[in-house]
């Protein structure tokens, strides 16, 4: 009986630091060296067992370490770039992260599961004290999380630990050097106005959120989603490469000056600074959180304006305002009296949980998936800067739109995906009361240069930006080949080769067939099941609900074959509505199968509400077989 003790926890030991080196980012981000560090946490674990307290303090330490999982799994140890946006990103942007990491938080509570049947099975070992072992476990538990230091030669230099307290340290110096910084304009130097006859009255910034360009029928999207722009007198340059794949990494080398040679932010060259020292009045108008996680350095920015305005008293989460209660301000800052000003109007936009932003705009077609809400906004902005320049009608005003970065925009689903090249193609364009002609420029450009751009847009030339960089001047500029972005650390766009086109069946019903069985299905316990959950799949459209779950093979434990969907079983008939398969890694690492084998346990389906009623026990999920006779999976899984 002991040895088969002592071979269960060898087991669980073994699984638990391949768990770690998973989890902990090290698979991620490999190196051979991450098996000496293996081989330390599996040694904590043998020696932990000789004693109690040992064990205790395994339990308790890598079972809060694996809240860090989910964020390791996907982008590897931490860096600053990492636990900066996991801090400083508003809880909105957190929502589209949390369903990027869903299914990896099964790892994580898997794991400490492992942990405290570990302590279960070996707490009851006995053994004496013995300090040898005791100091050895020591040296491995603190060398294999925080590292050691011999003779100035590191040992386990990339430990876990030791990145985490490196990163708050940047983080928590940047924020410093942010607050002691941000309101000292005094290296900006205003050398001239770039023309000295110009008789603009307003100018206008609009910050735009989380808008793909190839979503705007202005830059050729199949569906005439920007019928105001289509038309708008202007430029439009193709080709703006967003500095970061999120609001914070984005816009503080945006708004800000940045310098990729230097890894560093001088906060006090930004776009507010920029515009008070030529004299203009500045405005700030805000749909995002005036504090909170990632709203703190642009409400700060904010408070360089002349006036500033925030819809939301508190974070990103005290309200769920919509950006046209930001026209009444702005048209009251436009009848004030003082012409030559500026005003930024920072947007929600197209922001994850993307349907909650179509509001009560009622779109030009039916919302039936994700990517239709997605398309929706577009369509909201499109009304949205046309209401702006109907407001601007008796002034002669320029105006300037950019998005910070984009998105992952599937039929089901939207979120962030750094590794994304659309996610850095955002729109960037001009308008003017005085233009003739709309003017389409094809262009790759940095995010990073967009300072130089703004300071021309506000007519001057300064030491501390480039005046070639102009919406006039832009087809004369060389092609930004391979424009440098921002993630975990400063890269060329080249290195992100994952594509995504646009959807463009967007009004294409993803319902699918939907048929009452007679005598030809049978309930199976040849397959194990579980449903995650039925919902209201797009809160734009209560109409349709989704079904989601999984189902295996009761012995082999695979994907169950045939075309799969979800029943509705009640007294008097059987509904099967046909379903899509999807990856659940999750499941497959929990049955313990091969990573090169098949995922598809995941089974969703969408249908009408008509279907759906107040008993949810009654919904299962199975599958139809060649021979066209349906299986029901009445074996729930526990």
């Known amino acids: 009986m002991e040895k088969k003790k002592v071979l269960l926890l060898y087991i669980l030991y073994l699984v638990s630091t391949i ?21 330390m946490f599996f040694f904590c674990y043998i020696l932990s067992s000789k004693f109690k307290y040992t064990l205790l303090i395994l339990l308790i330490s890598f079972s809060i370490l694996s809240f860090y999982f989910p964020t390791g799994i996907i982008y590897g140890k931490p860096t600053e770039a990492i ?23 099964l790892v994580m509570i898997l794991f400490i599961c492992i ?7 070996a707490k009851n070992s006995k053994y004496k004290f013995n300090y040898f072992y005791f100091l050895i476990f020591l040296f491995l538990y603190v060398t294999s999380l925080f590292g050691i230091s011999i003779n100035h030669h590191r040992l386990n230099e990339d430990a876990f630990l030791k990145n985490l307290i490196t990163s ?17 304009s005094s290296n ?31 830059y050729g999207y199949p569906h005439t989603t920007t019928p105001f722009l289509n038309s708008a007198k202007g430029i439009f340059i193709d080709g703006l490469v ?22 560093i932010i001088h906060w006090g060259i930004n776009i507010v600074s920029l515009a008070n020292k030529a004299g203009y009045k500045t405005y700030w108008i805000s749909n995002q959180g005036a504090n909170g996680w990632g709203d703190d350095v642009f409400f700060n920015l904010s408070k360089l304006a002349t006036q500033n305005k925030f819809l939301k008293t508190g974070d990103f989460e005290s309200g769920n305002n919509d ?45 039936y998936n994700e990517a239709g809400c997605y398309v929706a906004t577009i369509e909201k902005l499109d009304l949205f800067i046309k209401k702006i320049t109907e407001i601007l009608k008796d002034k002669k005003y320029k105006l300037m739109y950019f998005s910070d970065h984009g998105l992952s925009v599937e039929k089901t689903t939207i979120f962030h995906d750094n590794d994304l090249y659309e996610e850095y193609q955002v729109p960037l364009f001009y308008l003017d009361s005085e233009s003739k002609e709309q003017i389409h420029i094809k262009k790759k450009l940095s995010g990073l240069n967009l300072l130089d751009i703004y300071s021309t847009f506000i007519n001057i030339k300064t030491n501390v930006t480039d005046h070639k960089y102009s919406f006039q001047l832009a087809s004369e500029l060389a092609d930004n080949i391979d424009p440098i972005i921002y993630w975990e650390k400063y890269k060329h766009l080249s290195t992100i080769q994952k594509r995504q086109p646009p959807v463009v069946d967007i009004e294409t019903n993803i319902t699918k067939e939907i048929l009452e069985l007679k005598n030809n299905y049978t309930f199976t ?4 099941s579980y449903v995650d959950y039925v919902k209201i799949a797009f809160p734009a459209n209560p109409q349709i609900y989704k079904i989601v779950g999984w189902a295996a093979s009761t012995k082999e434990k695979e994907p169950v074959n045939g075309i799969v969907g979800s029943f509705i079983v009640n007294k008097s008939k059987v509904i099967f509505i046909k379903g899509d398969a999807e990856s659940r890694s999750e499941v497959r690492e929990h049955f313990n199968m091969p990573k090169d084998t098949n995922s598809n346990y995941g089974i969703v389906s969408f249908l009408d509400k008509k279907y759906i009623n107040d008993n949810k026990e009654n919904i299962y999920v199975g599958y139809r077989d060649k021979s066209n006779h349906y299986y029901i999976c009445s074996k729930p899984y526990n």
Request: charged content about 20%; proline content about 3%.
């Open 19 to 39: 768990i770690l080196l998973f989890g902990l980012g090290y698979i991620k981000n490999w190196d051979n060296k991450n098996i000496i560090v293996g081989l």
């Open 188 to 218: 900006i130097k205003i050398e001239s106005m770039i023309d000295n006859n110009d008789d603009t009255q307003v100018r206008v910034v609009i910050i735009g959120e989380a808008v793909r360009k190839d979503y705007m029928s202005v």
């Open 323 to 367: 950006d046209e209660e930001m026209l009444p301000i702005f048209k009251n800052i436009i009848n004030s009296n003082a012409n030559n000003k500026v005003i930024f109007i920072h947007m929600m936009g197209s922001h994850e949980p993307v349907c909650s932003r179509v509001g009560n705009y009622k779109p030009s077609f039916k919302i």
């Open 115 to 121: 942990q405290i049947l570990i302590y279960l099975t």
């Open 242 to 263: 967003s500095a970061g794949p999120n609001t914070q990494l984005s816009l503080t080398r945006t708004l800000f000056r940045a310098d990729p040679s230097e890894n």
């Open 83 to 105: 636990l900066g946006s996991l801090l400083q990103t508003n809880k909105l942007e957190a929502i589209g992260y949390l369903m990027v990491i869903k299914y990896k938080i």
């Open 168 to 184: 708050s340290k940047i983080i928590h110096r940047q924020k410093i050097e942010q607050r002691m910084s941000l309101g000292d």
């Open 525 to 528: 316990d040849q397959c194990i």
